[in-house]
């Protein structure tokens, strides 16, 4: 039985138990992915066409269960679904990052976030929840220094709480309603697409 009644990026990102794992070179050339449906996982009729290889890293759910739900970030997407627990090494304490570790440009969906630090020893945070089919659009900005990997804001009386999580190189992120409208999210993993914010840079 799955641990979660749900494997998606909203669910991994209020994980309490969210961890880095890297598939086991013993587990075989090609750990495929169990489909998050229902009936699923356990079952042969369950096997995805994603997989990955040993070395590769994930982001998951450490729920202590025989499958866990995972997030893969490839090249142009990112995969979830359920794996197997003993497949994986899993990173018991993720490191506290850098400061650098923090800045650039990070994405998921439509969304972006910006970290720079050019506040001093402060990071400069700065978010937009994008829905393009109803031209909607919200935004966070606010300035704070990392509690280890973890960062909490709360704005507008602290109605709008946004908390971001740094995690082996991705950022997971969940907010409360009253941060967004009723067609926006800021909820989700985010990757990075760039070490700057600055889009001249990248030229």
């Known amino acids: 039985m799955a641990a979660a009644a749900e494997c998606d990026s909203y669910?991994?990102?209020?994980?309490?138990?969210?961890?880095a794992g890297i598939v086991k070179p013993e587990q075989g050339p090609r750990l495929y992915f169990q489909r998050v449906e229902a009936g699923c996982p356990g079952s042969d009729t369950c096997k995805a066409k994603a997989y990955l290889v040993p070395g590769d890293k994930v982001i998951l759910d450490d729920t202590g269960e025989?499958?866990?739900c995972a997030h893969f970030q490839g090249p142009k997407r990112g995969t979830l679904g359920w794996l197997p627990r003993t497949a994986l090494a899993i990173e018991d304490k993720p490191?506290?990052?850098?400061?650098?570790?923090w800045v650039g440009r990070w994405q998921v969906r439509e969304n972006t976030i910006l970290i720079d630090d050019t506040q001093g020893a402060k990071l400069q945070f700065e978010?937009?929840?994008?829905h393009m089919a109803t031209f909607s659009l919200s935004k966070f900005e606010f300035t704070k220094s990392p509690n280890g990997n973890k960062v909490v804001d709360k704005s507008g009386g602290g109605r709008c709480v946004v908390t971001?999580?740094?995690?082996?190189?991705?950022?997971?992120?969940?907010?409360?309603?009253?941060?967004?409208?009723?067609?926006?999210?800021?909820?989700?993993?985010?990757?990075r697409t760039a070490l700057t914010t600055d889009p001249k840079d990248e030229q």
């Open 11 to 19: 669910s991994l990102a209020w994980s309490k138990a969210a961890k």
């Open 66 to 68: 025989a499958w866990i």
């Open 95 to 101: 490191p506290v990052p850098k400061k650098q570790d």
């Open 127 to 130: 978010g937009w929840a994008r």
């Open 164 to 191: 971001i999580y740094w995690l082996a190189g991705f950022l997971l992120v969940n907010s409360t309603q009253d941060c967004v409208g009723s067609a926006n999210s800021f909820i989700g993993v985010y990757h």
